[in-house]
């Protein structure tokens, strides 16, 4: 019976790349299409690359490294471990991804290195982004990496997975933010714990690639080995503007086995946030209004393209303003990213009205650099993680919400309904 059974897309593609048929709870060995190093795991990757006696890497052009943690380099030490990444990514022929060009994330996607069917493994828990294109994407350790990339190989034990229906579609101001967190919320943070997430829905229609990645990037907060969109026109479109056209889309078969399926109706979603410290602490943002901020940070890979930050400028632009005493701290995923805002004006009207512009990269996100806050201050901030000490103060408060909401506070000083933002910051 069970070899009658049908395939999910992440049985699909591991099959695919393991030479043979795999099923959730086995191992494989599997072929990977392209991996990822960042400055916070290629340094270490390259160590133990030399320690394990390598002498080449399997294939260079497959081999990403990016310097987007410490960006720039926060200290002599970083400095070193950039020009270390720098050297060994020349010698083996790997794309270096400089400080300055953005987040290792974005600048794979950008480059045209995510496509549909594909394995994309990389030393960052936030590699589970690329299931938005209908790629297994998926985290490993430096010893992992290191191996990978001598090999062209990883093991991994095939994950069950589960359904998340979408249905429907969303009522402004709600956005693709919202939906991942509601999802976070009825998960839990170990919710999806080496599960893979695979959506589907109509919803899934109304969702450009760039809502959907907001809402894969996020998946592995509840656990998720992966989480992954089936291909469809809205994918093909987004990968033809990138000049990729040779892809092998893979879709579920009708009898393919979930642990389990949860619906979620996108009509019902309203604009949430989640409460310091804790990534599933969710509540409509209005069961938090009123709690004046200090720092609002629109960035990361979660919320750092333009598209965000234009949203939460279309709620700036309704008080005019910047409230008194709030930061606004921007942070574009790349350079790509920013220079679509220098393009359109966005960036000149944000940096008129005070806001403070940041590196290409992470940014403020992991606390490594960027615009730290203090100890005390309370953020709200368009990024994935909130727990203590994550933007690199321990005693700040971070609340996580969409680029809307984000934008609502730091319109008002105080968080706030992206609704009910009035001119100078009034709250209706």
Known sequence: MENR??????????????????RAGEFAIVSVDQLLGTDGSAPMAIDLFDAMG???????????FSCDHYAPATSARIAALHEKMRRFAEANGIALFRVGEGIGHQRMIED????????????????VTYGALNAFGV????????????????????????RIVLTG?????????????????????DGADYLALEFSG???ASLGLEERIVIANMATEAGAKAALFAFDEITRSFLGERSVADCSPVAPDTQAHYIDTLTIELAKITPRLALPHHVDAVVPVGEAAGRPVDMVFIGTCTGGRACDIRDALAVIRKAGRIAPGVELVITPASRAELELLIADGSLGELTALGAVLTTPGCGACCGT???IPRDGATVISTGNRNFKGRMGAPKAEIFLASPAACGAAAATGRISEPSAVSPNGRIA
Do not use: N, Y
């Open 369 to 371: 650099s960027g615009a």
């Open 169 to 189: 579609k969303l009522t402004p101001p709600a956005q693709a933010k919202d939906i991942i967190l509601e999802l976070l919320r009825r998960l839990r943070a």
């Open 54 to 64: 390598f002498k080449a890497v399997h294939e260079g052009s497959r081999i990403a």
């Open 139 to 162: 985290g490993i350790g430096a010893s992992d990496l290191a191996g990978a990339m001598a090999t062209g190989k990883i093991w991994l034990k095939v994950p069950h997975t589960l």
């Open 112 to 127: 045209g290195r995510i496509r549909p069917g594909t394995i994309v493994a990389g030393a960052d828990s936030h590699c």
């Open 5 to 22: 059974k049908g395939r999910t897309i992440t049985e699909k593609i591991l099959g695919a790349h393991a030479g043979r048929g795999v």
């Open 202 to 204: 109509d919803g899934i």
